[in-house]
């Protein structure tokens, strides 16, 4: 597989992957996401997370189907996303909710450099990088 083809699998698979989460929010794992919204986010928990969906899968479904024309700006507003949810992921290990398995201080500790991979992974896979 050739560096494009390889780029574009990476881009097309972090698009599915949002899509997936998108979905989630709107339906089955609405409570687990819940657990992720810091208590100072001026909004309803709820409606936190149902915008957040929203957004993931407008950017999940451009990440997909986009051209080459818009991928670059399409991969920085995915890696722009990723930062701005960061204090989620954040307040969840301050806090200490447990959500998504992440049940222990270390697991969510640990998950917090997962951040870092999706912002990098949107950037290089939309060549921005």
């Known amino acids: 597989m050739n560096e494009i083809n390889g780029r574009k ?44 969906g929203l ?10 189907f986009t051209g080459e024309k818009h991928e670059q700006t399409v991969g920085k507003a995915a890696a722009t996303f990723f930062t701005a949810i960061f204090p989620g992921n954040i307040s969840q290990y301050a806090n200490k909710r447990s959500a998504f398995g992440l049940d222990t201080d270390k697991k969510r500790f640990l998950r917090l450099f997962f951040q870092p991979v999706l912002v990098y992974w949107a950037l290089k896979s939309t060549n921005n990088l």
């Open 55 to 64: 957004a993931e899968i407008a950017l999940g479904s451009s990440l997909v």
């Open 9 to 52: 699998a990476a881009r097309i698979l972090l698009g599915s992957s949002l899509l997936f989460a998108g979905i989630s929010h709107l339906t089955f794992a609405r409570k687990e996401f819940k657990a992720q919204v810091p208590d100072w986010v001026p909004l309803k928990k709820d409606d936190t997370v149902l915008y957040s």
